[in-house]
Every structure is written in C-alpha cells, then in structure tokens.
C-alpha cells in the first residue's frame, strides 16, 4: 500500500520499515514470524494471532508513540539514524508519534532549531498528554534552554487502567516505559487475565522478575490482596526508585534491586522460591537457560512471560519445556504498528 512515512521507506530512518504493508498483512506475518519460530527453536505448533491495539485500526497505525528518539546531524538539524546506521537523516516530522508529543516538539521548536551535532532529545508525554517533557542530553529542557535546577521534574506521571482499576505511576522520564499509549493497560490485563483464568489470586503469592517500574506489580498486589504476596525483582536502580513509590502503600510488595539470576540464587530458601506463580518480562535478549532453571527450582506451577523478541521467547520456551513446563496459551499484540516488532504474552504450566 502507500507508505505512511516515506521518510521510513527504503533507505530512511528506522522505526518504520513496515509502513508500505497494510495493518491486517503486517499482523498476519507477525504471527507466522512467531509460529515459525516457535517450530524452529522451540519444537512446537502454537496457535498464534496477532491482536490489534484500541484505536490503532482508526488511526492507520499512527499517532502511537508516547516516547521518541531524536539526534542532531552534522549540520544542527534534527533527525533519526538511518536503518541500521549511525548516519542521522534530517526530518520535519515523526507521523508514529502521539499528538501531545508533536504538540511539544512544535512548541519548543524542536525541528527548526539548529542544535550541536551529535545532540540527543528525548521527548516523553504520558498516553493522558499532560506533564510531558522534553530532555536534551539527559537534562530537562524547559522555555527554550536546559533547566539545571536540582529540583527540576525528571519523571512523569502514567495512568494506566486494568478491568476499571486506575492505577496511577511515576516513572523517570528517562526510563524505560512501554513507548505505546494503549500498552501498559493492554499487556497489564493480559497477564493478569492469564493468572486468574484458573482461579483467584487471593492470597497467592507471585513473583515479578525483570518488574521495572512496578507496571506488573501493583496490578499484581491489588489482585493477591494483603493476605498474598509479591517478590518484584529488577536490575534497574532508578528503576527500582520508581517502583518504590508506586507500591509504597502496598505491604504485600517486597522489592529486590539487583541481577535477576543473582537474587534468585541469593533467595533460593527464602520467599522467592515460595512462589505460586511467576510473572517475568526480560529484555529482548530473553531471560536465558540459566533463569528458566531457577524459576523451575520455584514451587511455582504458572509462568506468564511477556517478550518483546519471538526468537527469544521460543529459546526460553524451550527451555521451560526441558525443565517441566508445558505450553499454554499465546497472544500477540500489536503495540508497534508499521515496524517489525510485536509484544507477545505466553503461558507456561507445570
């Protein structure tokens, strides 16, 4: 179909390598990608679609991007690198981007401004589009200049709703959150749909691995009420920061800050191996043979893997299934429209 974002096209930036596909075709060969790797890596036959975000049909796939990347070229102007290169290619504009975030890339003239070459501006506006910010270099931008005051606003706030629950985030601007505006609502349900399907949460207890900034595990607290648990585990200091005022009125939630692997060997006789079920979203790498083995070594019977990589989920697959795990159900959403990736929700049985 025609791309929309020729800058994007063959040659141009990243972040838009599927924009001449129709959403429906790009769907339908995200699902294959995942069904073929699971046969490939994984030996198995999964039933696999590929589910479209609220909204996203409505809006041809665009206006999505609560969170987006820019950098200086040579001469100042502001772009994106090239697909797969370090050359920057100037742009005028970024269609992925939700309207609050090309609001505020207008308003502090982001893209007629001439900037240092090399300068890197992230731009962060909640899915609610109040309180974004812009950092240059890691630093606030605020009325046309760096704000460098210590107490200048570096996070913002998420609203994030699951079945009519609200929960409200804070989340450092500069970390990670999922860049999609539907997304954290959308994965969040899942995961806590797949653990309820068999039965209630109250009183389980439940590990959270690679937890972030608490998305999960608040949901999770909530669900398990004060009688239950939740051990969330995660590397990230600033990270771990974040969760902590997010589940600050939560006493079921404990926060382990360090290596995943590590804390798991640390607290293998402690209350992470208590575990009745074990939620985990690694990075794209995958959680590796080495963390499968140690959630085995749980007394958990459920594991809700959310990946954001087919090829690594369907090595870990694989690995849950040597270690005594069966394959339960799969869901694919599509929260990155007109690109190749797509966020998966797998579900492993003992």
Not at 10 to 18: A, S, T
Not at 72 to 78: K, L, T
Not at 246 to 262: E, T
Request: some cysteine.
């Amino acid at each position: 179909v025609p791309t929309v974002w020729p800058e994007a096209g063959p040659g141009g930036v990243g972040g838009g390598e599927l924009g001449h596909v129709s959403l429906a075709a790009q769907r339908l060969w995200k699902a294959e990608v995942l069904r073929e790797q699971m046969r490939r890596l994984a030996g198995l036959d999964v039933d696999a679609t590929v589910e479209a975000a609220a909204h996203d049909d409505a809006r041809d796939g665009l206006g999505w991007r609560t969170r987006i990347n820019l950098v200086a070229d040579e001469h100042g102007r502001i772009g994106m690198l090239r697909h797969r290169s370090h050359e920057v290619v100037a742009l005028q504009r970024m269609p992925l981007a939700t309207m609050a975030v090309t609001d505020m890339l207008a308003r502090e003239r982001v893209f007629s401004r001439r900037w240092q070459p090399g300068t890197r501006i992230e731009a962060v506006v909640p899915a609610s589009g109040i309180g974004g910010l812009l950092l240059v270099e890691g630093i606030p931008w605020r009325h046309g200049r760096v704000d460098r005051r210590p107490n200048a606003r570096r996070s913002v706030q998420e609203l994030v709703t699951v079945h009519r629950n609200e929960y409200d985030y804070r989340v450092a601007a500069a970390g990670f959150w999922q860049v999609h505006d539907q997304a954290p609502g959308l994965l969040a349900t899942a995961v806590l749909d797949e653990l309820t399907s068999r039965g209630s949460l109250t009183g389980a207890r439940v590990m959270d691995l690679y937890s972030g900034a608490g998305l999960f595990t608040t949901v999770l607290a909530d669900a398990v009420g004060p009688s239950g648990g939740v051990q969330a585990v995660e590397g990230s200091v600033q990270a771990v920061r974040d969760a902590r005022r997010n589940a600050f009125s939560l006493p079921q939630v404990s926060l382990h800050q360090g290596r995943v692997d590590q804390v798991l060997r640390d607290q293998s006789d402690g209350a992470l191996a208590q575990a009745d079920a074990v939620v985990l979203d690694p990075p794209r790498t995958g959680a590796g043979r080495d963390v499968v083995d140690l959630i085995a070594a749980t007394s958990a019977s459920t594991v809700v893997y959310v990946a954001c990589d087919p090829a690594a989920l369907a090595r870990d697959v694989a690995s849950f299934h040597a270690a005594g795990f069966a394959m339960g159900a799969v869901r694919g959403f599509d929260i990155f429209p007109h690109t190749h990736h797509a966020e998966y929700v797998a579900t492993l049985l003992r």
